[in-house]
């Protein structure tokens, strides 16, 4: 296939390789694993806005919603059980997490993939069949391991499969999938909800097991990374093997000697959570901890969990609240999300960092000042201000699609040495998983008290996130993976964790 390589190594050596459909067809598939988590995100809001489960399963709900007309608008659907049927999936998800990386580490990354897909099978059929709130969060537990494993492992999979040149696109590939996922639960939702006999919900919530099903039966032929089977084994032949059929050429031997080097680094780590922990690799932990922390602060979860909810409360109908969410929320995040696969690889990381950054922050400040100025605790919008602030939740939307909601993904994937990788990944994933519950148990009470102030409160993150990502964020498009640990020596500030001399004589000697 077309579209040869050479990317330059340390020490003066190339790294060759053509983009073959070998290495594109196993990244798709692998990819995959974003549909999980974006059909989850995209159901969990609109199934909580149908009117049939909240009489069902959360009826307190649903008698504020319909009976209680001297309720504020804004705390209709606060009730900490209806936040728990959504944040209880992250919250297996962040433990299952962390018992990936161990898996994704001695059995590979294409076993945790197998993992993560079947636990999301077993999850969906038990939550399409719940008769009672019990069965319906054992279902989601079951989810949540399921994307607590294909989180930790997808990422990495496809930053060790892919040329260093189009790590970036390839990488990203996992968030258009999440986004294809959001657009496709949403407009599910909307034909399940005109079902009559009040069970269309159940369709929704079985129907995770189509794109979990993909996945698993994807997983069963994927190629095990050169990365892993060097790290796992002392096979260098078939690791070699595997990298040439990846990369589309015979010569391989300085990558090769690269990832070897690594792997022998790895193999001498027993204890990689612990290890994580020193100086050295103290850019790293921060980044594995930040960029996933200001991710789910970004306010995105107002928009992607609760859309349908926001929509119902500036007074628009339970049809049209389904509708609106599947098309901005998908649609918006699907479109936006194929930008950085062009240009961060082009452009770099920072630059759609900080452009998004920007643009989020303008829309969160417009839509909470037109509701703090147009939306009291009870009434409605005129329909003029109504579509205005559909019309900035498109702009938010666009703004996080292609720049928080991929490179938050991409860039902790391709950070970290072999040796701390699969915990590092693990990190990144549970302090995500966390703050993703955090914000789920708790936005609902939130919106109830802060009222418009949310959106305000987000806004705050959007600036301390943008800022420190201009000053401490290195630029990382391009890098060879093995290579990376070079963009922290370089930086003004991460530079000083290192031991210099020592380091240095230690990578010289290498090479």
Known sequence: MAAGL???????????????????????????????????????????????????????????MKEDTKISNYCKFDSQLLAAFTSSLYISGLIASLFAST???AFGRKASILVGGTAFL?????????????????????????????????????????????????????????????????LLNYGTQKIKGGWGWRISLAMAAAPASILTIG????????????????????????LQRVRGTADVQAELDDLIRAGSVSKN?????????????????????????????TGVNIISFYAPVLFRTIKLSENTSLLMSALVTGGIGTVSA?????????????????????????????????????????????????YLILVLICVYKAGFGFSWGPLGWLVPSEIFPLEIRS?????????GLLFTSLVAQTFLAMLCHFKAGVFFFFGGWLTVMTTFVHFFLPETKNVPIELMDKVWREHWFWRKFFDDVGEESKIQGAV
């Open 6 to 64: 050479a990317i330059t190594s340390e020490g003066g050596r190339y790294y060759n390789g053509k983009m073959t459909v070998f290495v594109v067809l196993s990244c798709i598939v692998a990819a995959t694993g974003g549909l999980i988590f974006g059909y989850d995100i995209g159901i969990s809001g609109g199934v909580t806005s149908m009117e049939p489960f909240l009489k069902k399963f959360f009826p307190e709900v649903y008698r504020k």
């Open 219 to 242: 997983g069963l032929f994927l190629p095990e990374t050169p990365n892993s089977i060097i790290q796992r084994t002392n096979d260098y032949q078939k690791a070699e093997k595997m």
């Open 269 to 297: 780590i027993n204890h990689p959570f612990k290890k994580i922990i020193q100086r050295k690799y103290r850019p790293q932990l921060v980044m594995a901890i930040l960029i996933p922390f200001f991710q789910q602060v």
């Open 423 to 431: 915990a590092g990944q693990s990190i990144t994933v549970a302090v």
């Open 338 to 386: 194929i930008l950085p696969m062009i240009l961060a690889d082009k452009l770099g990381r920072k630059v759609l960092f900080l452009l998004g950054g920007i643009q989020m922050l303008v829309s969160q400040v417009m839509i909470g000042s037109i509701m703090a100025a147009q939306l009291g605790d009870h009434g409605g919008f005129s329909i003029g201000y109504a």
């Open 103 to 105: 898996v994704t580490r």
């Open 122 to 186: 077993a999850g969906s059929a038990i939550g399409g069949a719940a008769l009672n709130i019990y069965m319906l969060i054992f279902g989601r537990v079951l989810l949540g391991v399921g994307i607590g494993f294909t989180n930790q492992s997808v990422p990495l999979y496809l930053s060790e499969m892919a040329p260093p040149k189009h790590r970036g696109a390839f990488t990203i590939g996992f968030q258009v999938c999440v986004a294809i996922g959001v657009l496709s639960a949403n």
